[in-house]
């Protein structure tokens, strides 16, 4: 296959895999407008996301139904209409950050977090609740009202109890194999309860869309569009493998695990393109409002730092 430049890779990344729309102005939302105070005017959402393929009416369109869905909230000024990322969806692109832009591979102390929802304790409506929300998480449904995983985390597991209104209403508790006993070892666990071959075939195929991407990019000739374009683009599938992965201990994990190489491909991408890239975040949101404050320090803390 011939080496393909920036511009015919984009065009080649958005013909064959393209991203669905609304998904993708969550991904800008998250990735681009968080870090520069949260907030974006149409035309600025309109003319970031056109070299990514996405016109105008498509845009309304997703950012119309974000809105309806709780996850933007909406002002107008004369003509113009403003958006910003509503406070209660903060924690939900937090979450997310969190696991996008950290490195994979906890520490892990042998014990398992179970939640226990016994029947009776929780309505039907709450218990699906709480399974979606945990299951976003990684935690597994071992049977009806027990989930577990090996290593959430205690502060997103807590948001979770206390948004869904159920800190009262369920169980948590940690667990550890009780030696001597013959029984099956807790870490087989991970092989009844999580599909992990959809995952590691997930990040196999992530690693190959943008392995081309590191050499490109080192020659240093790309633009500030395109740049913008790849960072999004990259974080927009990293996203999408995250979001079905369990996020288990290495530990726990098949060896080797592509998980592993994802990240560091991704965090490579990330650190050679994010320059260029704000550059044209920058011209764009701040063409409507010039007081759009730089990138904060979260932003540069991101894959373990970005300033050299």
Not at 124 to 130: G, H, I, K, N, V
Request: hydrophobic letters at 45%.
């Amino acid at each position: 296959m011939k080496r393909l430049s920036c511009t015919e890779w984009i065009a080649h990344s958005l013909a064959t895999d393209p991203p669905r729309h609304k998904s993708l102005v969550v991904t800008v939302c998250g990735d681009t407008i968080a870090p520069h105070g949260g907030a974006f005017w149409l035309g600025s959402m309109i003319e970031l996301l056109a070299p990514l393929g996405v016109g105008d009416r498509l845009v309304r369109t997703s950012v119309f139904r974000l809105v309806q869905e709780g996850w933007l909230t909406a002002s107008r000024e004369g003509r113009r209409s403003r958006y910003a990322i509503e406070p209660k969806a903060l924690p939900r692109f937090e979450r997310a950050n969190r696991r996008i832009y950290s490195a994979p591979g906890l520490d892990w102390d042998g014990r398992w977090t179970f939640v226990l929802a016994p029947n009776g304790t929780i309505d039907s409506e709450l218990r699906t609740l709480l399974r979606k929300e945990l299951e976003w998480e990684g935690f597994a449904m071992l049977a009806t009202g027990v989930m577990a995983h090996p290593a959430p985390e205690r502060d997103t597991l807590r948001e979770i109890l206390a948004r869904a209104d159920a800190v009262d209403k369920v169980f948590v508790c940690q667990a550890d194999e009780l030696p001597g006993m013959g029984a099956r070892p807790l870490p087989e666990l991970v092989g009844d309860c999580w599909n992990l071959d959809a995952v590691v075939s997930a990040y196999r195929g992530f690693i190959e869309r943008f392995a081309p991407l590191p050499d490109m990019l080192g020659k240093g000739d790309v633009t500030p569009e395109h740049a913008f374009a790849i960072r999004t683009l990259l974080i927009h599938a990293y996203r999408r493998v995250q979001l079905h992965d369990p996020m288990l201990p290495l530990a726990l994990l098949p060896q080797p695990w592509p998980g592993t190489d994802a990240y560091a491909l991704a965090r490579e991408i990330y650190r050679l393109c994010h320059a260029r890239a704000e550059e044209h975040v920058l011209a764009m949101l701040r063409k409507e409002d010039a007081a759009t404050p730089d990138a904060d320090a979260a932003y540069h803390g991101r894959f373990g730092g970005l300033r050299d």
